[in-house]
């Protein structure tokens, strides 16, 4: 690869970008593109850098971008991805940072699908995300749970819980008996589990493998993996 001049004010280049290369695999499915942008303070042309899937078959995993390793776990767990989708759009280092960053055993490649809320890591694992969940679609609330109290209880001693709140009336526009209650959780899933959970869905080749994730984790899919123990907690259906 030609060596891609940084600063055309300065003519500073990156003279081994095919050791960067090589190090990460990008050649494997990535190509370096080059992108003029002109420099608001100095008014001089720069090129920054992007990471671009090579086929069809690697666009499905998003857009690859640089992250601090520990940064990204970090607010995974404890961040909406609404609000950490944007802040990795706007922190893709350029290309005078590159080498930085890619020789630098904290950082590494990441593909963002932003349009599913996802996140691979460089061997196409899907990286745990939190999910807040209330009573819609779930089964936190006391249409589908008949203790709320002793689920709430169970709940708390699981390592991927982040947050419960207290239980709650479920509001009036939206309570049938006036009486129904629910409780909202953060989950933050286990990595394998959550890789198994949604490679059983790529493998059955279902139209919406997010979708059914995430059923999965609030306990409404329960045919493939029962994933919170809900099943001693279920309210059985009434005959009226």
């Known amino acids: 690869m030609n060596n891609i ?31 003029i942008e002109i420099d608001s303070f100095s008014k001089r042309e720069k090129i920054n ?16 971008y640089i992250c601090n390793v520990s940064k990204l776990t970090e607010s995974l767990k404890y961040q909406e991805f609404e609000k950490i989708y944007p802040l990795l ?11 930085k960053y890619l020789n630098n055993s904290d950082y590494a490649i990441y593909w963002v699908d932003g349009s599913n809320n996802l996140i691979f890591n460089n061997e196409f694992e899907l990286e745990p995300r939190r999910y807040r969940f209330d009573y819609i679609g779930t089964v936190f609330n006391s249409r589908e749970c008949k203790d709320l109290k002793k689920f709430k209880e169970y709940l708390l001693s699981r390592k991927d819980i982040v947050e419960i709140s207290d239980i709650m009336k479920i509001p009036y526009y939206n309570n049938n008996t006036g009486s129904d209650t629910y409780f909202t959780v953060t989950i933050y899933p286990e990595k394998e589990k959550y890789n198994k959970i949604y490679r059983h869905f790529i493998d059955k080749k279902e139209k919406y493998p997010c979708s059914r994730t995430k059923d999965v984790l609030c306990g409404i899919h329960r045919n493939f993996i029962d994933y919170l123990n809900f ?10």
């Not at 850098?49 to 690859?64: A, C, S």
């Not at 759009?89 to 080498?99: A, D, R, Y």
Request: no cysteine; aromatic share 10%; net charge negative.
């Open 89 to 99: 759009k706007n922190s893709f280092p350029s290309i005078s940072n590159l080498e």
């Open 49 to 64: 850098i992007e990471l671009v899937p090579q086929d069809e078959k690697h666009k499905k995993y998003g857009f690859p």
């Open 231 to 240: 099943e001693p907690f279920k309210r059985e259906i009434e005959d009226d």
């Open 5 to 35: 001049i940084i600063d055309k004010g300065t003519k500073k280049t990156i003279s081994n970008l095919q050791h960067i290369e090589n190090t990460y695999s990008l050649n494997e499915f990535i190509y370096i593109k080059e992108k």
